[in-house]
């Protein structure tokens, strides 16, 4: 069904697919929600959000964080999912333990696929994750997961598990997915070489690869990967090719890349419009 408006075309009103996002903002605009919900848009669905920390936050780092209420996540969560409804959820910075298990609880009754990005750091280094709230995020964040999304930083903090090299991402996953997510993508990054992730269930592997560009401006990397691979789902795609389209597209937004500020930049979430 179309509407018609005065001098312009037919303008289609069907209803996009809907994808929430719970995590902290990023004042400058390159992670966090911002990134989320602009990987949303460029990936045709509508981004819906529920605040759970303010950060001040540039292309140096972060100069402050500020968490929100339980009371204001809880009816964020309440306001989006009983009016509107979504079809796939993706959770960033939850910062401590309390929000953890706030968010593990309300997700824990959704008919929708979750994305858990395990986000301890940011790209400059700042915590955004409590020390104690890693037991919460292994004993009631990932176990309501459909995929997890670790770092190869966040895969030793969270299991110990230190990857060196390619052959040592299967025992991470392994060691992640005991945690109760039906799938692990171990980010790898980190490592020499190729950018290379590994996205298994424990039965079936999935390699994916894709060149390593020479840009720094990598700023929302993490959060920019989990909103594109909950925005497939959304779509209807399967797990394997969700996360295969989801690492394209963030590859062409790594070496899009920009300057920003005196810092690292952000990723190009519109580099497919440019």
């Not at 995590?23 to 929600?33: E, F, L, P, T, Y």
């Not at 529920?50 to 500020?66: I, M, R």
Request: contains cysteine.
């Amino acid at each position: 069904m179309t509407t018609d408006t005065p001098g312009a075309g037919p303008v289609p009103t069907a209803v996009p697919p809907r994808v929430l996002t719970v995590a902290g903002s990023d004042s400058g605009g390159g992670a966090g929600i911002q990134a989320d919900l602009k990987a949303m848009l460029a990936l045709g669905t509508h981004g819906m959000s529920v605040l759970t920390a303010v950060t001040a936050q540039n292309s140096l780092g972060v100069q402050g964080a500020w968490e929100l209420p339980l009371e204001a996540i809880r009816a964020q969560f309440r306001s989006v999912v009983d009016d509107i409804g979504v079809q796939a959820v993706k959770t960033g910075m939850l910062a401590s333990p309390a929000i953890v298990e706030t968010v593990a609880s309300l997700l824990a009754d959704l008919n929708a696929p979750v994305i858990v990005d395990p986000v301890g750091v940011s790209k400059h280094g700042d915590a955004l994750l409590a020390a104690d709230a890693l037991d919460a995020v292994r004993t009631k964040l990932l176990p309501v997961a459909t995929v997890a999304t670790p770092n190869l930083d966040e895969v030793a903090q969270l299991t110990g598990v230190r990857v060196s090299t390619e052959a040592d991402m299967p025992r991470a996953a392994a060691a992640i997915l005991e945690f109760g997510p039906r799938w692990a993508l171990v980010k790898g990054g980190h490592l020499r070489g190729d950018a290379v992730d590994l996205l298994t269930d424990g039965a079936e592997e999935h390699w994916l690869r894709s060149p390593r560009h020479d840009n720094r401006h990598t700023h929302g990397t993490g959060c920019t990967l989990a909103s594109a691979i909950a925005a497939h789902l959304a779509h209807g795609m399967p797990v394997p090719e969700a996360v295969a389209a989801a690492k394209e597209y963030v590859t062409g937004a790594i070496e899009a890349g920009f300057p920003l500020g005196a810092g690292i930049g952000p990723v190009d979430h519109a580099w497919r419009w440019r």
